[in-house]
Structures are given as structure tokens and as C-alpha cells.
């Protein structure tokens, strides 16, 4: 088991940097509309030839109400009928990428993100799903992870129902805070019984596996409150708990206007949030698996990170990184082999292309023999804390000390704080610095010394 992870406050105000959370490597920031369809193309042709195992992204933009703080791709209406149109293009989208794919492919993973994809109706729902099921080698045997995010709102009995009934065994929900204040303040007012019933539902028809979302960071949160509200949580008994920080950035995201500065909590309470998050979490038997992710000890996650399987990509902490992830829809992000690409994120400009018949490939890129090593090195650091400087070796052929010389006193220094252990074969991020490992990883970043700082969040 890995060592609980130490708090400190004096290492994480050097720190507290912003910077990516490493979803991928390089980040979506890199990505140029140099790359498009034919790249996405090649990589799909070699993806069947492989016979790679498949996981596969379906992105539903539309919600019925805003959410002040929501950073996500969105369509904001109460017209249901703006669904159609989305969904007839969608349904294009999975015929021609599919058409480029071996049939015994298999779905091992599926997610369905938004927006709030319980938005569609029972019928939509049902007839994306057997287009996908049509087209791509979905599992029927339960399986597969397949999970879905949910509004509480947005969701009932009959829907969880339906969810199940279609295949799905994830379910991911949306909480962020209890508190009526907050809620109003963020214009999310979603109450702990709306929630508790989805969780129920969701336990009856055997779901695998219950995430929640909690935010720390909002408006009208204090470290009192929101320790109400991480005790509520922890009552519900998750199975995983996304725990995030918000990051306030109206000068990108046009819904955080609506926030008033002034309610934002001070850094310091929101490290306080942090801080008595994590011992509430851990007193209840949850594990930090790294990144703003908890698991209880029994959760995938947590055994895939002690028998080192653990993976990151554009879906966050997985078991399936082993796949090539596609992605459906308007603003989705596909990962095979080498090659990262991104549909449109203008919704009209996504459901023109395939009108048309294309694709909504808009931007990309694809990984040379330095990415693909340093996205090696980021990998085992944001999801083992620990690195051998021999694998790396032996699977690129490169003297490590070697090739990553000019980091070296960068990497000292943080071994000096206490952040990292430095030896002569391996590196390890000590409990103190676990919370900060993202702060770790950006040493191996080649391309964040050119990138402005302003388009990341802060590590904590």
C-alpha cells in the first residue's frame, strides 16, 4: 500500500503552480490545426490493423440550466428539440469513423460526458445506443466499463432503469456542494435527496461502480461547510471521489462572469478545505490515488496503482490506457497511437462538416520520439509517484542522466525540499509531495517554458 500522503504547507505555497493536469502529453494546448481528417484517418487504418481494444468517448453538449462555475463544452437550452439534429450528425460521425475500424474491435470502455447526457430522452438514448452497438463491437456480457455522467436533476428512477437496461455500469454524479448558499451562488440547487435516490436506484439495479463530483473553491464555501458537505458525501458511500479545485477564469469562460469575486473563498481556506478533505476521506478508509482523485481500497483504481497498471488520458485516472480512445461528438478529443486530434467545438461547425460528409476534425497532433518518451515519464510519475530510470532506458534506448541532464538541478532542488527522492537509478515522490506531483511532472514538460501559464489551474 502506498504511504498516506503528507500535508505541508510551506512546500505547497513554493509549489502551488499553475499548470496541466496531464491528461495527455503533450497537452491539447500544443495541438494545430496542422492536423485533421487524413491524420485521423492514417491512425484509425493502423489502430485495425493492430486490432487494438477500444474506448470510446460520446460527448453530449446540451443542458437544461447553466451552472455558474461549469468550464465544459455546453449548449445551454429548454428546447429538448435541439437534440435531433445533434444526434443525426452524431450518428454519421460513429458510421464513418467506424467504417475505418475491424468489426472484432472491442469496446472495452465507454463513457458518455457532457453537458448532461440525460438531457436526451428515453427514445434518443435508446437509438444512440443501438447505432453504437450497430457499428462498433460493444460488450454484451457487462463486462466492459461503461459509465455515464449524471444530473441528479436530470435523472430518476426509470431513467437509472433504462441506463442499466442499455448497458451501462458507471455511473458519475455531479454534486459539487451541499450547502444552499453555495448552490445559489453557483446556481445549481440540487438537493442531498435528489442525490441519495439516484445512488439508491443505482445500487438496486447493481451499477458497479458510484462517483461524485465535489468542488472546493466556490462561492460562499467556507472550510466549516464544505466539511458538512464532504461528511454528507462520505455517508453516500461512493465507490470513487473526484474531489476538484475551482479555478476561477471569467476571462475565458463566459458563465463565471455571473460569479462575484468577493464570495470567492481566500487561498488560505480553500488549503484548509483541502487539508480537512483529505483527513475526512482518509479517516473513512479512502485511498488518494493522485490528482484530485479518492478510491475505496477495493476500487479498480486503487488495485490497478498497487499492481502498477494505472493509466492517465483524456478521461482522466484509467484501466483501459491500453486502448485507443475515440471521440464522438462536438469538442471530443480521440487518442490513437501516436496521434491526438479534436472535433470542432462550435457546435454549428461540428453539424456542417458531417452534413457534408466530413469529418469535424479540427486540430491535433502527432507524437515524435521525444513526446513519446517524456509522456512515458509523466505518466509513471502522475500515476505510481515513483520512476526507474532502467525501464525508460530499455524501452527508448537513451542513457536517462543523459538525455534529461539540463533537469537535473531542477530535480535536486525539489529532492532538497523534500518533494522528491533522487538516487541514482529511480525517482520517487515522497507523501509530502504527492499532492504536488503535477509539479513535478511540468519539470519533464518541454513545451510549458513557451506556453502561458494563464490557460492552466493552479496544482492545488
Known amino acids: ?108 470502455q465507454l463513457h458518455f460526458g457532457g ?22 463491437n460493444l460488450l454484451n456480457n457487462d463486462s466492459g466499463d461503461y459509465g455515464i455522467e449524471i444530473d441528479p436533476r436530470e435523472a430518476d428512477w426509470s431513467t437509472m432503469g433504462l441506463l442499466r437496461e442499455l448497458g451501462f455500469n458507471r455511473v458519475s454524479i455531479g454534486l459539487q456542494d451541499l450547502d444552499p448558499a453555495v448552490q445559489r451562488a453557483v446556481n445549481r440547487l440540487q438537493s442531498l435527496e435528489e442525490t441519495r435516490a439516484v445512488i439508491d436506484a443505482a445500487r438496486t439495479l447493481q451499477f458497479r461502480s458510484i462517483n461524485i463530483d465535489l468542488i472546493y473553491g466556490l462561492p460562499k464555501q467556507t472550510p466549516e461547510n464544505f466539511a458538512r458537505t464532504v461528511d454528507e458525501v462520505i455517508s453516500l458511500q461512493p465507490d470513487r471521489l473526484s474531489v476538484f479545485n475551482y479555478a476561477h477564469l471569467p476571462e475565458r469562460f463566459m458563465p463565471q462572469r455571473r460569479i462575484n469575486g468577493n464570495d470567492l473563498p481566500a487561498p488560505a481556506q480553500k488549503l484548509e478545505m483541502l487539508q480537512r478533505t ?35 488520458n483524456f478521461q482522466g485516472y484509467t484501466t483501459h490506457g491500453h486502448c485507443d480512445l475515440i471521440g464522438l461528438g462536438v469538442s471530443a478529443i480521440s487518442q490513437i497511437g501516436d496521434l491526438c486530434c479534436q472535433n470542432s467545438s462550435d457546435l454549428t461547425q461540428y453539424q456542417n462538416a458531417l452534413a457534408s460528409a466530413q469529418l469535424a476534425t479540427s486540430r491535433g497532433l502527432v507524437c515524435n520520439a521525444d513526446d513519446r518518451l517524456r509522456r512515458a515519464v509523466i505518466q509513471q ?7 526507474e530510470f532502467t525501464e525508460i532506458e530499455q524501452a527508448f534506448n537513451i542513457d536517462f542522466r543523459g538525455y534529461f541532464g ?24 515522497l507523501p509530502a509531495g504527492r499532492l504536488l506531483v503535477r509539479s513535478v511532472c511540468m519539470v519533464f514538460d518541454a513545451y510549458l517554458e513557451h506556453t502561458n501559464r494563464q490557460r492552466f489551474s493552479r496544482v492545488i
Open 1 to 108: 500500500m502506498l504511504d498516506a500522503i503528507r500535508w505541508d504547507t510551506d512546500l505547497i505555497r513554493r509549489y502551488d503552480l499553475a499548470g496541466p493536469r496531464y491528461t495527455s502529453y503533450p497537452t491539447a494546448v500544443q495541438f494545430d490545426s496542422q492536423v485533421g481528417t487524413f491524420d485521423l484517418f492514417h491512425a484509425l487504418r493502423d489502430s485495425r490493423k493492430a486490432l487494438r481494444p477500444l474506448s470510446l468517448y460520446v460527448h453530449v453538449p446540451f443542458c437544461a440550466n447553466i451552472c455558474y462555475y461549469c468550464a465544459c463544452n455546453k449548449v445551454i437550452t429548454k428546447d429538448r428539440g435541439r437534440a435531433l439534429p445533434y444526434l443525426q450528425r452524431l450518428e454519421q460521425e460513429i458510421q464513418l469513423i467506424a467504417c475505418h475500424l475491424d468489426p472484432t474491435q472491442k469496446v472495452e
Open 115 to 136: 453537458g448532461t447526457p440525460t438531457f436526451l430522452s428515453h427514445d434518443e438514448l435508446r437509438q444512440l445506443m443501438a447505432q453504437l452497438r450497430k457499428h462498433f
Open 278 to 312: 483529505i483527513e475526512q476521506l482518509t479517516t473513512a478508509g479512502y485511498r488518494y490515488i493522485g490528482m484530485d482523485h479518492f478510491a475505496l481500497p477495493d476500487d479498480e483504481l486503487a488495485i490497478a496503482q498497487e499492481e502498477s497498471t494505472l493509466q492517465r
Open 381 to 387: 510519475l502522475i500515476c505510481h509517484f515513483s520512476l
Open 406 to 429: 539540463e533537469l537535473w538541478p531542477q530535480l535536486q532542488d525539489m529532492a532538497e525540499d523534500g518533494l522528491i527522492k533522487l538516487d541514482n537509478d529511480r525517482i520517487t515522490v
